[in-house]
């Protein structure tokens, strides 16, 4: 592990995705003609940043609409500090109303359906309304699995057993749910399969809840139920914790794969496990993840696969030419973080701009090799481990020609983790936040 200065961290990870393009590539004349319509689906990490690079870089020479099924948008970057009342679901709510106002980005509420066309592509939306464009870019982020007793759509069953990864009133609901245990009472939660959103996330949360039982209730239980043979990230950290200041609640249970959850007549909730059943007042199920609904229902995921395969230079889908998917829903060997999300936008609009200026061809300006060599993205997840202390891990990604794929670059200075937590690194992680969600959303 390398240690780094923190602040030179906090520098660094804020800064993302390492391309930029000249705009007078483009050459629209001002006459208030555009040289191309882009519109975005989904306004989360990915979609936001894109809609403002793109009008940023284009110098406002593209017109880009981006569409979200929500008014604003709830991080869940900073959503497990609801849990235990440290934050509302006010702080971390980020309107779309400066992508308008400071950059022209076209915002439409509405939940994209369907997108059809060739060359020329309209994307539906489930209100009758329809956009125009010449490229279409998903950022839909996630969709969950359905596990018997749990189904998306269903909303009796998310509601008796939330899963709070998506943040918003599910988050509430958990955090009421937490609220209402008495001491003694078990708290039992799933890890979702590998690939999932922010690695560290769920051991982060069972941390955030042992805390709270052990300051507010006294006394509890939290089981962690993994499918995986052992922690997946930050082990020894997430170890440290788990068998040192809460060992007397958390108990870590590997290969235990969900099988199912039943609620019984009295209220109890069961999880049924590979490694056994589990009985608890309050169940947390992180489904294991898909690509978000639309990727799959545009036939973008290839049989057998949860995430959409794309070229790492442009973030174009193998499967459709001019649809391109970013952040959550891809399956671009990179981390699932919000960071990760608005790093690949910045990539996404360079390459768009570019082929746009080339007219013919985007052969000559997205494959010029020494943009390739630039491509280079990073992605950093805080994980309170108490109520104000915090670790870190941050990674960063270079392109390799040879595999046409994204590699950890393991020598690099911001590839690291924290080498404990800290109140310190609790206090850097809003300022790592707040400069996302600024460079994203402001
Ligand atoms: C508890 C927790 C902690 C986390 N901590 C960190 C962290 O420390 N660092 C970090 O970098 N990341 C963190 N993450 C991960 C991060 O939140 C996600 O990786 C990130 O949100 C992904 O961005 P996205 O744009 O791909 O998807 P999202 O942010 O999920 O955005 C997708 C958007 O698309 C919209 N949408 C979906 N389908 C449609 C449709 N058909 N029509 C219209 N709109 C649609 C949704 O409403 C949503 O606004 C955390 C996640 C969780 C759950």
């Not at 082990?235 to 609640?249: P, Q, S, V």
């Not at 943009?371 to 960063?396: G, H």
Request: glycine letters at 6%.
């Amino acid at each position: 592990m390398t240690q780094i200065n923190r602040r030179d961290f906090i520098k660094l990870s804020s800064a993302t995705a390492a391309l930029a393009v000249t705009p007078s590539i483009l050459n629209a004349e001002g006459n208030g003609s555009f040289e191309a319509r882009v519109a975005i689906v989904g306004g989360g990490f990915a979609g936001a940043t894109l809609a403002k690079y793109l009008r940023l870089w284009s110098d406002g020479k593209i017109q880009v609409t981006m569409i979200d099924k929500n008014p604003d948008h709830i991080s869940c970057v900073l959503s497990n500090l609801i849990l235990n009342d440290r934050l509302q679901l006010t702080d971390i709510t980020l309107s779309y109303t400066p992508l308008q106002d400071n950059y022209g980005v076209i915002v439409k509420q509405g939940l994209v359906n369907n997108v059809t066309g060739a060359d020329v592509k309209t994307v539906h939306l489930d209100n009758n309304d329809s956009i125009v464009c010449d490229y279409v870019v998903l950022a839909p982020g996630i969709e969950f699995i359905d596990i018997p007793g749990l189904k998306n759509g269903d909303t009796n069953s998310f509601d008796q057993v939330p899963h709070a990864w998506i943040a918003g009133p599910q988050t509430e609901l958990l955090r009421d749910q937490l609220n209402s245990m008495q001491q003694g009472d078990t708290f039992v939660m799933t890890v979702p399969e590998s690939p999932y959103r922010c690695p560290p996330g769920p051991y982060e949360r069972a941390c955030v809840v042992a805390d709270y039982i052990k300051r507010v209730k006294g006394s509890g239980n939290v089981i962690v139920l993994d499918p995986h043979p052992e922690i997946a990230i930050e082990k020894e950290t997430f170890e440290l914790a788990f068998n040192g200041i809460y060992k007397d609640i958390v108990t870590y249970v590997p290969n235990a794969t969900l099988n199912s959850i039943e609620i019984k007549s009295n209220g109890e909730k069961v999880a049924k496990t590979s490694a056994g059943d589990f009985t608890a007042k309050v169940i947390n199920v992180i489904p294991t993840h898909k690509a978000g609904k639309i990727v799959e229902d545009l036939g973008l995921l290839p049989v057998g696969q949860r995430f959409a395969p794309v070229n790492p230079v442009s973030y174009e889908s193998t499967e459709r030419t001019g649809i391109y998917v970013i952040g959550d829903s891809n399956n671009s060997g990179q981390p699932k973080s919000g960071h990760m999300a608005n790093a690949q936008a910045k990539v996404c609009a360079d390459a768009i701009i570019r082929t746009i200026a080339s007219k013919t061809t985007s052969e000559d300006f997205v494959h010029d090799p020494a943009r390739l060599q630039n491509i280079k993205t990073n992605s950093a997840c805080y994980s309170p481990i108490t109520y104000d202390e915090a670790s870190w891990l941050t990674a960063v990604f270079g392109y390799e020609t040879a595999s046409n794929s994204m590699k950890l670059v393991t020598d690099s200075f911001a590839t690291s983790h924290s080498p404990h937590w800290s109140n310190e690194n609790f206090e850097d992680m809003f300022d790592w936040a707040n400069s996302l969600f600024s460079n994203t959303f402001r």
